[in-house]
T-cell receptor
Framework: LAKTTQPISMDSYEGQEVNITCSHN???????ITWYQQFPSQGPRFIIQ???TKVTNEVASLFIPADRKSSTLSLPRVSLSDTAVYYC???????????????FGAGTRLAVHP | EAGVAQSPRYKIIEKRQSVAFWCNPI?????LYWYQQILGQGPKLLIQ????????DSQLPKDRFSAERLKGVDSTLKIQPAKLEDSAVYLC?????????????????FGPGTRLTVL
């Protein structure tokens, strides 16, 4: 499974756009890229997932370049409630047994200030 | 729809004691996961069930940890005996089931976790 590298922490202010980049140089052909968000005292929550190019939902956008060796989570106009830990995961379908396997790294702690 | 339920939310025990955690996944979810999250770290997968069968327990310390999922629904995770380093949040998650294939994914839904403190 591909290892991911992302910044340990980031700071932003309300109303700004936040971009968190994740490196995954050893991503495999079958791997997809998934981002989760975790608030204190809660379990992680799925934000967005993509395989290539750009994916957008009501919460965020995910940009994936053609070589797929990195990805960028974009949070538009953040608010104080976006203060959380953001995890970039690269995982794939395990042919043996047929199941998804994801490995969480340490994540990026985003602090949004007034 | 109801989310993943876990109990208890908090547990304090002394080392060498035993403890058990319970998880009720989202109805209809065939896949169930147990994670351990130590303070300041990301969740680490301990065991993954597909219905009532284990598909991955490679990171489960089997000398002290055990888990079961009877009838493919609820699950319990047990630690016996507990060590100081077992202090962590234990998260349960569930997903629909096996993905359709490569480049496919089923979102994992997490419960609130059980915070274990071993003294």
């Amino acid at each position: 499974l591909a290892k991911t590298t992302q910044p340990i922490s980031m700071d932003s202010y309300e109303g700004q756009e936040v971009n968190i980049t994740c490196s995954h140089n050893n991503i495999a052909t079958n791997d997809y890229i998934t981002w989760y968000q975790q608030f204190p005292s809660q379990g992680p929550r799925f934000i967005i997932q993509g395989y290539k190019t750009k994916v957008t939902n009501e919460v965020a956008s995910l940009f994936i370049p053609a070589d797929r060796k990195s990805s960028t989570l974009s949070l538009p106009r953040v608010s104080l409630s976006d203060t959380a830990v953001y995890y970039c995961l690269v995982g794939g379908f395990m042919f043996s047994g047929g199941y998804n396997k994801l490995i969480f790294g340490a994540g990026t702690r985003l602090a949004v200030h007034p | 729809e109801a989310g993943v339920a876990q109990s208890p939310r908090y547990k304090i025990i002394e080392k060498r004691q035993s403890v058990a955690f319970w998880c009720n996944p989202i109805s209809g979810h065939a896949t169930l996961y147990w994670y351990q999250q130590i303070l300041g770290q990301g969740p680490k997968l301990l065991i993954q069930f597909q219905n009532n069968g284990v598909v991955d327990d490679s990171q489960l310390p089997k000398d002290r940890f055990s888990a079961e999922r009877l009838k493919g629904v609820d699950s319990t995770l047990k630690i016996q005996p507990a060590k100081l380093e077992d202090s962590a949040v234990y998260l349960c998650a569930s997903s629909l089931g096996p993905p359709a294939g490569a480049s496919s994914y089923n979102e994992q839904f997490f419960g609130p976790g059980t915070r274990l403190t071993v003294l």
